[in-house]
């Protein structure tokens, strides 16, 4: 007898851009199996494929991070604001003077690294199309002592028809 999978494997790499985020600041707290939200990023001028990672914390994060407001529709994830830092005593995410409170449907995360370039095109093909609903990205390994774009191994998971 088969057993049904509710997924399969769609893409394994490394999170491309890790050293030039601010993701070293949550490398203590990632764990394998960890999720991370992708969002089309279809103006980036560096690549027209680009899908950008985010994590959501799950401790507070020092003063001044540089952290982004998601909301989520049920279905998507989008970036509400550009950046925001974030303030400790206010314990807030703020834009320098405004303070913004979190709403139930949005989420403060931090952008961590992209899907690397030379693997992104399909995904952001079915990304655009508007399948984002049946896939999901996790992190599979993380090695400390590694060169900073090769900390975080990730796997893009195709979930079983939820749409």
């Known amino acids: 007898m088969l ?8 893409l394994n790499c490394n999170l491309a851009g890790f050293g030039h985020t601010e993701g070293y600041l949550v490398l203590d707290e990632l764990r394998p199996g960890d999720k991370l939200i992708m969002i089309r990023e279809d103006e980036n001028r560096h690549d027209s494929d680009a899908i950008a990672l985010f994590y959501v914390p799950k401790h507070k994060l020092p003063q001044g991070t540089q952290t982004y407001f998601l909301a989520f529709d049920g ?3 989008s970036v509400m604001e ?3 830092l974030v303030d400790v005593e ?4 703020a834009p320098s003077k ?12 931090l952008h961590v ?3 690397p370039a030379n693997s992104n095109h ?11 609903a049946i896939y999901e990205c996790v992190i599979t390994s993380i090695d400390k002592e590694a060169h900073p774009n090769q900390q975080v191994q990730i796997r893009v998971n195709v979930l079983e028809n939820n749409l």
């Open 3 to 10: 057993l049904k999978k509710n997924k399969a494997e769609f």
């Open 75 to 77: 279905k998507n994830h």
């Open 82 to 84: 550009e950046e925001w």
């Open 90 to 93: 206010a314990d807030l995410a």
């Open 98 to 109: 405004k303070k913004k409170a979190v709403k139930e449907d949005e989420v403060m995360a």
């Open 113 to 115: 690294g992209y899907i």
């Open 122 to 132: 399909q995904l952001a093909m079915m990304l655009d199309m508007g399948y984002e």
